[in-house]
Nanobody, 126 residues
Framework: QVRLVESGGGLVQAGGSLRLSCAAS????????TGWFRQAPGKEREFVAA????????HYADSVKGRFTISRDNAKNTVYLQMNSLKPEDTAVYYC???????????????????WGPGTQVTVSS
């Protein structure tokens, strides 16, 4: 079992930055590919970014490419999402997910992933 907990969310003005963290306990996160998703009020959950076990492969949604960066520190059992140039449309609850497959699978099969965190709220004001 893996327990995931997100942190780092909050309120920020448009153009600002936040760094989200996803800390794992129970098992080492290095055995899992990891991803970030988000869900805005009244909208479906959407893929944001994913990273392979060793951080070699990353995938991003088109809406965040060039602004968000996913990374991981396996020694700290933590995955990060650096979010720059934030826009009001980035407002959502952000969730991390871990899976024993890979980043492409995470991107394409969100309903089948092994583990999810409870989420952290990100609010971007205009």
């Amino acid at each position: 079992q893996v327990r995931l907990v997100e942190s780092g969310g909050g309120l920020v003005q448009a153009g600002g930055s936040l760094r989200l963290s996803c800390a794992a306990s129970g098992r080492t996160l290095s055995t899992f590919a990891t991803g970030w998703f988000r869900q805005a009020p009244g909208k479906e959950r959407e893929f944001v970014a994913a990273i392979s076990r060793r951080g070699v492969i990353t995938h991003y949604a088109d809406s965040v490419k060039g602004r968000f960066t996913i990374s991981r520190d396996n020694a700290k059992n933590t995955v990060y999402l650096q979010m720059n140039s934030l826009k009001p449309e980035d407002t959502a609850v952000y969730y991390c997910a871990a899976d024993s497959t890979g980043p492409s699978y995470i991107r394409d099969n969100p309903d089948k992933l092994d583990y999810w965190g409870p989420g952290t709220q990100v609010t971007v004001s205009s």
